[in-house]
């Protein structure tokens, strides 16, 4: 099973930046696609930024133009960047991945979030 982790949360002012990063580690015949999803308090988990294998990305209306997802795949690793960032943007950082077992079976791991707040 591949494990994730996740690094870089912690408190920012409005207008700041951040980048997380997402390590995968485990035994898998592949990792697909990576994402990473966001959950404030009170509010359903929201996907936030995803990529590919081959590095094709989308966003979450709410952050195009300001965050930006990327993939090391030779460390397993994806990475969000974030600019501009709002009171809004408040929330526990989880990173997933879409892997492929030995056996062939698809499944999806979670890492355990890293908080993230925006305020002054």
């Known amino acids: 099973q591949v494990q994730l982790v996740e690094f870089g949360g912690g408190l920012v002012q409005p207008g700041g930046s951040l980048r997380l990063s997402c390590a995968a580690s485990?035994?898998?015949?592949?990792?697909?696609?990576m994402a990473w999803y966001r959950q404030a308090p009170g509010k359903q988990r929201e996907l936030v930024a995803a990529i590919t294998s081959g590095g094709s990305t989308n966003y979450a209306d709410s952050v195009k133009g300001r965050f930006t997802i990327s993939r090391d795949n030779a460390k397993y690793r994806i990475y969000l960047q974030m600019n501009s960032l709002k009171p809004e943007d408040t929330a526990v950082y989880y990173c997933?991945?879409?892997?492929?077992?030995?056996?062939?079976?698809?499944?999806?791991?979670w890492g355990q979030g890293t908080q993230v707040t925006v305020s002054s």
């Open positions: 485990g035994i898998a015949y592949s990792i697909n696609d």
């Open positions: 997933a991945a879409d892997a492929v077992a030995l056996d062939r079976a698809s499944y999806r791991s």
